[in-house]
């Protein structure tokens, strides 16, 4: 029954920001490194973000760094990812993953990962 649901996406110009959130259900929230990817059409997955279980690591791919933030709150049992300065190299489907015994950075190759959800879409047009 474990699920991530990701939400906030759409259909932005540059120059926009979006914040982006994955709540999770079915699983102990603190006990999972949680992360984001992208994927563009024709495009191979993107590591984007990473962020430990307790919230106090995080690790940012240097395509977003300086732009993207990713940040949790396990009251809620939810991930965000905050982008900023949107451009439309950054239009992809994100996908939120977790995995219970991966360090953030080796979930960066996104092989092995035990969860993930169904992505939410982000167009950024020019």
């Known amino acids: 029954q474990v699920q991530l649901v990701e939400s906030g996406g759409g259909l932005v110009h540059t120059g926009d920001s979006l914040q982006l959130s994955c709540a999770a259900s079915?699983?102990?929230?603190?006990?999972?490194?949680m992360a984001w990817f992208r994927q563009a059409p024709g495009k191979d997955r993107e590591f984007v973000a990473a962020?430990?279980?307790?919230?106090?690591?995080?690790d940012i791919a240097d395509s977003v760094k300086g732009r993207f933030t990713i940040s949790r709150d396990n009251t809620k049992n939810t991930v965000f990812l905050q982008m900023n300065s949107l451009t439309p190299a950054d239009t992809a489907g994100y996908y939120c993953?977790?995995?219970?015994?991966?360090?953030?950075?080796?979930?960066?190759?996104?092989?092995?990962?035990?969860?993930w959800g169904k992505g939410t879409l982000v167009t950024v047009s020019s």
């Open positions: 962020i430990s279980r307790s919230g106090s690591i995080t």
């Open positions: 079915g699983l102990t929230f603190s006990r999972y490194t």
């Open positions: 993953a977790a995995d219970p015994r991966m360090t953030s950075a080796t979930m960066k190759s996104g092989d092995g990962i035990n969860f």
